[in-house]
């Protein structure tokens, strides 16, 4: 599985700015997709996760102004942000979780894109 995004770049503090992230390759193997993001000098985190069914869940920190969407016939997830803040400079970054199941057990593999930079000018 590839990871492809787009989308980032620079905005002031309660702009927008969408991100889409192009997956390519073993697709249908996908189970759920997200975007993590990681600023300087802290760790990667979660901001928001879709399940193949459509069931998202967000960071707190982001609830109410980001949405994540899924097309799965273009194999393609997007965060639309809203209302960005300075505090949402970092870069971000898409995940896929793979599940492959045999007859003796799942396993579960994390594919990431090479991510995407976004910087909020206050």
């Known amino acids: 599985v590839q990871l492809v995004e787009s989308g980032g770049g620079l905005v002031q503090a309660g702009g927008s700015l969408r991100l889409s992230c192009a997956a390519s390759?073993?697709?249908?193997?996908?189970?759920?997709m997200g975007w993590y993001r990681q600023a300087a000098g802290k760790q990667r985190e979660l901001v928001a996760g879709i399940s193949s069914g459509g069931s998202t869940n967000y960071a707190e920190s982001v609830k109410g102004r980001f949405t994540i969407s899924r097309d799965n016939a273009k194999n393609t997830v997007y965060l639309q942000m809203n209302s960005l803040k300075p505090e949402d400079t970092a870069v971000y970054y898409c995940?896929?979780?793979?599940?492959?199941?045999?007859?003796?057990?799942?396993?579960?593999?994390?594919?990431w894109g090479q991510g995407t930079q976004v910087t909020v000018s206050s």
């Open positions: 390759g073993s697709t249908s193997s996908i189970n759920a």
């Open positions: 995940h896929a979780l793979v599940v492959v199941h045999t007859i003796e057990r799942s396993s579960e593999f994390d594919y």
